[in-house]
Structures are given as structure tokens and as C-alpha cells.
């Protein structure tokens, strides 16, 4: 079973435009972590936020975590064309790393 | 330093037939992880081992998928015998520990199709 769940489930946004990407879950978490797969390719771990931050930096990624509304964001900042793929967030409770059916990022030069 | 490592990259099998998809998991990591991700769809746990003891099976269909991680280090999938809606790309992931606050490293995938 997924426990995160994504949105939107596609976004398509111009080369140098933010991109924002939220994330919901049911339980509580010790940790979520984001990771972003190229089409035909393997998982690659973006960020890790632990349940008792609230926000993170990572080079152009900014990540947020609502616990109280069991939610997160990815915002990628100024994006590029190579930023193109899927983003899924995936939630650390009872068992770790349960993905979310993930955001479809299209980003057009 | 070798990533996390799967074999074969592309299997087409008819059903009814075996398969078998072998992972080489990144040195000292002893949490290993099988995914299951179909096309449009987030990564599906299958099974997780710490070491060589698998911890988390539930989503595994015991009747036709078995999995071993012999010496806690490689790990092999099998799937006996395959079925038309197995066709998905397996993925395996490693992480330090129970991957809890660490990152999980994954391999390409195996893309089995299955006919």
C-alpha cells in the first residue's frame, strides 16, 4: 500500500519557473525523503527531512514539512529542462520508505 | 565505490515460465529492499531484509514469488510461475541501516516483460 500521495499528479512549467510539488500522507512519520526517477531509470535520493524539522534547503530544492497536516512540498527553484521526471516523496513510520504514486515534472526549454 | 547493481536489465519471458532477477546491493549496507513499480505508478515494497533476515514480506504474493539474500549480501527475486500482470520493472534498493534518516541508493531496475 502507498502511503504518500502526490499533487499534482503532472505539472508542466517553462525553463527558469519554479516547480512545486506537495505531498500527503496518513500516519505519523519518523522521517520523509524525496526522490526524483528519469524515465527508465533508478530512484535518485534528493532529500531527507526528519519529522522534527520543517524545512530544508538543498542547492535549488526547498522542501517543507507540515506534520500537523501530515504534508510536504519540493519546490524546485529556476528549474531547467534536465529537471524533466518523476518526483515521489517517500514516508518513513511503521515501514520505511512507502512511496506515493509520484508528480510527473515536464519542464519546457 | 559501485552503486547497487541488477541483472538481467530486460527479461521477456512467456507466462507461465520462471524468472529470476538477481541484486548486488552497495558494500556494507545490510538493509536491502525489492520494489515492485508498474508503469505510471510509485515503487511497491515486495520485501525488505536486515542482513540476511527478511523483516517485511506482507506485499510479497507468496504463492508465486520467493526471494533469498544468502550471507546477507546478494539478494535473488524469483518469480514461478509468471503471469501476465507480473510485466513491471523490479527495482532493488540498499540503504546503511534500517533506513531510517538515511538515503536508499537504487539500481536501474530489471523491465520484465512478461507474453
Known amino acids: 500500500s502507498q502511503q504518500g500521495e502526490e499533487d499534482p499528479q503532472a505539472l508542466s512549467i517553462q525553463e527558469g519557473e519554479n516547480a512545486t510539488m506537495n505531498c500527503s500522507y496518513k500516519?505519523?512519520?519518523?522521517?520523509l525523503q524525496w526522490y526524483r526517477q528519469n524515465s527508465g531509470r533508478g530512484l535518485v535520493h534528493l532529500i531527507l527531512i526528519r519529522s522534527n524539522e520543517r524545512e530544508k534547503h538543498s542547492g535549488r530544492l526547498r522542501v517543507t514539512l507540515d506534520t500537523s497536516k501530515k504534508s510536504s512540498s519540493l519546490l524546485i527553484t529556476a528549474s531547467r529542462a534536465a529537471d524533466t521526471a518523476s518526483y515521489f516523496c517517500a514516508t518513513d513510520s511503521n515501514t520505511p520508505l512507502v512511496f506515493g504514486k509520484g508528480t510527473r515534472l515536464s519542464v519546457i526549454a | 565505490e559501485a552503486g547497487v547493481v541488477q541483472s538481467p536489465r530486460y527479461k521477456i519471458i512467456e507466462k507461465k515460465q520462471p524468472v529470476a532477477f538477481w541484486c548486488n546491493p552497495i558494500s556494507g549496507h545490510n538493509t536491502l529492499y525489492w520494489y515492485r513499480q508498474n508503469l505510471g505508478q510509485g515503487p511497491e515494497l515486495l520485501i525488505r531484509?536486515?542482513?540476511?533476515?527478511?523483516?517485511?514480506d506482507s506485499q510479497l504474493p507468496k504463492d508465486r514469488f520467493s526471494a533469498e539474500r544468502l550471507k546477507g549480501v546478494d539478494s535473488t527475486l524469483k518469480i514461478q510461475p509468471a503471469e501476465l500482470g507480473d510485466s513491471a520493472v523490479y527495482l532493488c534498493?540498499?540503504?546503511?541501516?534500517?533506513?531510517?534518516?538515511?538515503?536508499?541508493?537504487f539500481g536501474q531496475g530489471t523491465r520484465l516483460t512478461v507474453v
Open positions: 534498493a540498499s540503504s546503511l541501516d534500517l533506513g531510517r534518516n538515511t538515503e536508499a541508493f
Open positions: 500516519t505519523s512519520i519518523n522521517n
Open positions: 531484509y536486515e542482513n540476511e533476515e527478511a523483516v517485511d
